[in-house]
């Protein structure tokens, strides 16, 4: 056994490693110039709000992924009062979406280091296209030996199911000397958690903790990672 506390580290993508409000406030600006749909903060705004909840609803399985897709558009649609073809939308959107491959800062120098004396998995919830373009549009690809996607589960974070999945794909190994690293407490942390893994909440906006969800570390820069693995 090497020196390091951990073998195996889970990374969550959006927000974590890829700057996903940078591709999402790209592409949706895009999106609503190309549908005829007003791309002032206001809407931007609203869009967000009911993208949000809607995702809060999938992590909690009161919904399916592929609702959320085309709802959103619909919702945002009725709210405006503007008719739209919400499936056209969806299908738009992910194409804008996965044009976006900024990187958090760090994120690819971290990885370098880890990758050496780690192994390093892709956790993430989304859409599996869109995310492997991303991906390897970032040049971040090759650092992983795995990307684990919702979509190609069948099952979202925090659900158990999907880290039964994840665990059952990755060479035989002991839960506690694997970490994982993730933005979201209700999905990352909490998955987490509830799988019976150690996690790592990257909290570089100083977000309130939940009482109910446990980290076992919490950072605020990808290189604080380096001294905990």
Not at 134 to 142: K, Y
Not at 176 to 184: A, K, S
Request: a negative charge; glycine letters at 6%.
């Amino acid at each position: 056994m090497n020196n390091f506390h951990y073998d195996i580290l889970l990374f969550d993508a959006d927000d974590t490693i890829l700057d996903f409000k940078a591709a999402e406030y790209d592409g949706i600006r895009s999106l609503f110039s190309n549908h005829n749909i007003p791309t002032d903060d206001a809407t931007i705004s609203l869009y967000e709000e009911i993208n949000h909840s809607l995702w809060k609803s999938f992590e909690l399985g009161e919904i399916k992924r592929d609702e959320i897709l085309y709802k959103r558009f619909a919702l945002l649609g009725k709210a405006l009062n503007l008719s739209v073809d919400a499936h056209k939308m969806d299908t738009d959107y992910q194409l804008e979406l996965s044009k976006g491959h900024k990187t958090i800062h760090g994120a690819k120098e971290l990885l370098e280091s880890l990758k050496k004396t780690h192994d390093l998995y892709i956790v993430t919830n989304g859409v599996a296209s869109t995310q492997h373009s991303r991906l390897t549009a970032s040049g971040l690809l090759p650092y992983f030996k795995e990307i684990f996607v919702s979509e190609a589960i069948g099952y979202q974070k925090p659900r158990i199911e999907f880290f039964d999945h994840v665990f059952s794909h990755i060479p035989p190994f002991k839960k506690d000397r694997v970490l994982l690293i993730g933005d979201t407490l209700s999905s990352d942390i909490l998955g987490g958690q509830n799988a019976g893994i150690d996690t790592c909440w990257y909290n570089p906006h100083h977000k309130e903790s939940v009482p109910s969800i446990h980290c076992t570390y919490e950072i605020e820069s990808l290189s604080d990672l380096m001294a905990l693995v």
